[in-house]
Structure formats: C-alpha cells, structure tokens
C-alpha cells in the first residue's frame, strides 16, 4: 500500500555510483559480523527446539539478503571521523555495535510493513506476508493473515532484544558502551516516538509543516544519520563540539534527503524511481511539500485548497496528477521546498565543514550529503 | 477470544491470602522503581513532542496500573536467597534491574492482546483496543481496528526498548552487569520463542504431550520463575550450584503451575475462578491435559479420540462440557496430569531444600510452590 514510504526507513543513500558512505567494504564487514551474531543465537534456539530454528532462519535470512547498511556504515563513519583506528583492537567491537543497527532496523522494518499492510520488501515478500504464506500452502487451521502477523509481531521483537544483545556482546570497552548507551536510547526512543507520530498524523489528519517536519526529523533523520553518527562519535570518545557538528549535519542533510523524496514522490520520473508517478499523491502522504502547498492555498487561493484537500489520497488519473502538479507549482511549493532543502544542506555541511572531523570523513560525508539531496531516484 | 490462556502470562500466583512471592514491600518497591524509570524518560519523549508523551502516559498508566510483580519478585527472592543483602548499597540497583522484567512483560502483555485477539486486560480496555476506541471517538480517517493494532505494536517495542535501558541504567556494578547479561538474554529469547511455538502449534494442530510441555516451560516456566529467580543468583554472584538449584526448581514448579492451569480451565469452579466453565475446551487450548487424553484415546478409545478431536475448539454446551470431561477423567489424563504435578512439585522442592538458598528464601519459594500447584482459582 504505501511502498514507497518503506523506502524512507531503508533509506537507499545511493546514487547509481555503488555505496557512498565509507568504504564499500564496510558492507561486507557488517554483514559478516551479523553472520557472526546468529551463529552465536544457534545453540540457544535450538534448545528451545521445535519449530524455533526454523522460524529464526527466516529472520536471518530477512537481516542478511539486502538492505545498504546505512545507519552501520553512518555510525562507522562517524568513528573514523573522530579519530577511531581501524587497525586498533577495539575496532571489531565498534563495527559489531554499528552492525546492531540493522537488527533494530530489522524490528522497524518487519512492524512498519505490517502497519502498512506491505506485501514485498527487498523484492521478496514481507515477513508476515512470507508466514502467512506458508501457512496457507500447508492449509494449517486459522486465519492465514492474522497468523502471518502474529510470527511478525514476535519475529520483530526478537530482532529488536538482539540488537540489545548483539551490543552487549561486541566487547566494546567498558567506557565506550558507557558512552554509547544514551545515545542507543535516544536513538530507538526517537524512532518509535516518529513513528508513532507519523500514524497518528495519518489518522488526525493533521496538514501542518510543523508536524511533517517533526516526522522528518525522528522517524527519518534521527535515526538514519544524525544518531548513528553520534553512536559513532561516543564509541570514540569525541568532544562534544565535533558530535554537535555531526548532530547538526545529520539531522539538517536527513531531513533535506527527506524533502528530496517528497518531490521525487509527485515530480519524480517513473523511468528513474522505479515508482508510480504521482505516488504520494494518490496516498495521500502527509508530506512538508503538501503541507506547504496547503498552507500556501488556504493564505491566496481557497479554490487550491479544496481541490487539494478533495483529491489527495484518492484514486487519481494521469490528468489529475497533471493537474495537482501544477496547482502544487504555481503555489510556490516546490520552490519553497527546494529552498529548504539548499538551506539546510548548507547548513548541514557548514556545521561538518568547520567540524573537527577528518578530512576523508567530511569528504565522504559530503559526498553523501550531495547523493542525498541532489539525487533523481 | 483467549483471555483465560493471558492469565498465565499474567501468572497470578496467590491463593487469595496476598501476594505470596517475597515481602509485599517488594511490590511498592518495584512499582517506584518504575515511576522513577518513565520519569526518566519524561524530557527524552517531551523533546520529540507532538502527540508522543500522551501516548506513552498510556503506556507508564497500563504498566503501573495492576500486575502482581511475580517475576521481579521471584528475581529479588533469588537474589536474597543467594545471599543479597537489601542493605547493601547494591540493593537498589537490584531491585530496579528486577523491575525491569515488568516491561519487558508489558511489550509480551501488549503483543500478546493482539495476538489473541484480546478486548480486555486487567479489568480494562487492551491497549490496542483502547486506542482504536479512542479512534473511534474521534472521528479519525482510517480504519479504527488497524490504528489501535499498529499504536499497540509500536508501543510494546517502546517497552521492550525501555526495559534494556532500565537494566543499563539501573547502576548495577559492572562485574553483576556482566553476569546478568546472558541470563536476561536467554530469558527474552525463550519466552518469545515459546510464544512463536504456542502460536506454530496452534495452526498445525499439533497435539503431543511434548509439543505442549515444550511451551510450558519456555512460555510460561523458564520466563516467569526459572529465568527470574537466575536473574536474581546471577546479580548476587551465586555459584552454579544454586542456579542449577534454582533453575530446576523454576522449571518444575513453573510447569506444574501451568499443569494445575490446564486442570482449572476444564474442571474449574466458575464461581472460584472467576471464567466460565471449560474454558480451554471451547477455546481448543492444545494443554498437556488434553494431549494425554488423546494420546490415551488413541491407544485404548478411538471413539474417545473421535469424539474429542471433533468437540474441542467448537462452541460447546454445558451438556458438551460435562460429557468431556467425564471422558477426559474415564481416559486416565486427570490423574495422569494430577501424577505430573506431584513428581514436579516434588523434584523441584527437592532441588530447593537441598540447596544453598537461605532459609528464607526456601520458606517463601516453598510457600509458593505449594500455591501456584495446588490452587483452586
């Protein structure tokens, strides 16, 4: 139903020129040490016996078939910025907290597609879609949805106590996970709290900049940049200047990565997303490009208004995305949105530029910052 | 639809003359030491805003609003047990780290409503019940059931995060941090794999005695005594002697609880247990009880396990439940079950009396043991 929001939360920060943050190796490395993480899960699932196994190589297999290892490698990167040494001895440990990420992204993934009734993620099918699946091929008794929930929900919660876990066992030093632990808090205390936010937007209806940009923030920003570079820059035990500067980089570049998608998601070429033209519209997402334009419409143009408010998340044709198009443009909205995101981007790097990061750090996270907010697809 | 089968996750271990499991103190003691954690968390939720601190009162408001604590109990019991002293400067970081399977129980409480299907909980509203109400009464876009579903699913989360950073926070000293680790690992990955079992089992039908006794014990045995009362030897530094003394008491009492649970769902007093007569036969709760009898059936009666296979799950009479029950008790499963519960209350008082627990601690576990296993209600 709404794909294309899930995509957000995966958040592909590429630009068809193969990853952009940190070394393309980190990706392997990650993966590796998830690897690592579910061989040490086995002895204590078998045990349960049963089915468990089983159903725990669906999650595995869930964690380690795709995704970019955004928030690893923005974490990762963050460590080598403020100093971290890849040849140290504790650098494995670092790279299997910022490899824990994607466990907790794994939980926020396999919930968020149950609460928008997804059907395929990474090209396969969701997880609760995947159980539900199965259990109609075997024609076992129940309802075959309500079934294929259920394993999510708990599936979720798994993935979500492991990311715990997988922290508490990486053998980070005692005083790097001191450091780290507030921040690991935040993190997942924000994204549940954007996500909660978001669906009860949705629900209230709510139209404001304010609130879409509060989504932008937490449930986009926060959690995919701004945090996993802080985690990064407290695992190195870095000043609090430097991890301001990150903060203010990841939360102004993540929130201006999410007003790219915004317009991608009405002006966007299908050629080159791979996404329905107009998408967003016919979902009705409470995105800060609609609240604009909503904003603009109810000051000069009542007609505007109820056009918007009467056509957004129904079923539109070709013309009628033509037409909100165009309504949206002459608003000024699009324009109003592109200035945010120039303003924010160059905030983001003035505060990294006068950071006191590495220069291959700020060099890689510029690059990125560029990809994310420039980016066509 | 299964509230009876909740009630032992909520594992009301009285027996009508108050709580049981260690002083009565404890209670309001652990329900502080949880006020103080969602006041901790109060400038963290107010910082994202929006409408996320009223949803999380809800959350603090069902976590603070009923439970009798067992299992923070059972864990303070075992920690006094192995010699913890609660004069000791220690003894209120224990006692928060013990609190903190209370949230990790609201998150499987919150899960488990949906799961089921459940409307109330505690004599009010489920959580997602209560938000789709809430829904409801507000006139909001969407549909009602499928918000009160995804609030509650990302809210249990929020729990089972918080929990973690309870114990992280609870100012545990570092080497009983350490020893608590895997125990609180292996706690939450066998209770949801005990969930994910009960819910496998429920769709395929399955009916062995083995299959049922496997869920007793990691769904209800390991992760309301067995677990906890670790939690506890593991925060004191017990030896392995007592923890092996402790766990194979949790285990066998743990299930014999749930056996005796089994026996009062078919052949309760409505009056003194406060359900209808025969729950678990109109619900087909696959109990150890019922996988005796058919497999008594099977080899002595097979129009007995005719008879059964057809009945169990649907709507029944009273006339229906009378009859099933007499061939239940004619088939030899009561006693068989009742043979069960007397072995494993003996085996695990056993494993008690023989251990270096303190006397009072082996006065309370007994006086426990004895409650949970020879109940009426």
Redesign the interface.
Known sequence: MREYRNSILEAELSAGTGPLVGDPSVVGAVEAALREFFES?RD??AS?????PE?VTTLEQFVLRGGKRVRPAFAWTGWLGAGGDPAATEAHAVLRACAALELVQA?ALI?DD??DSSRTRRGYPTVHVEFADR?GR?G???DAGQ?GT??A??????A???A??MV??SGLP?AAATRL?PVW??M???V??????D???????AETVE?AM?INR?KTAAYTIERPLHIGAALAGADSELIDAYRRFGADVGIAFQLRDDLLGVFGDPDVTGKPSGDDLREGKRTVLLAVALERADAESPDAAALLRRSIGTRLTETDVVTLRTVITDLGAVADVERRIDALTADGLDALDTSSATPAAKATLRQMADAATRRTS
């Open positions: 899960r204590m699932v349960v016996g049963g089915g468990y159903t939980c919930h149950i609460i259990h075997n076992w008794t129940g079934y259920n394993v929900i708990l599936l979720g919660d798994l979500l106590a492991w715990d876990d508490r066992e005692h632990a808090s935040a997942r205390t924000e549940l709290g954007g996500q909660l936010l669906i009860g937007d949705e629900a209230r209806g609130s509060r937490y």
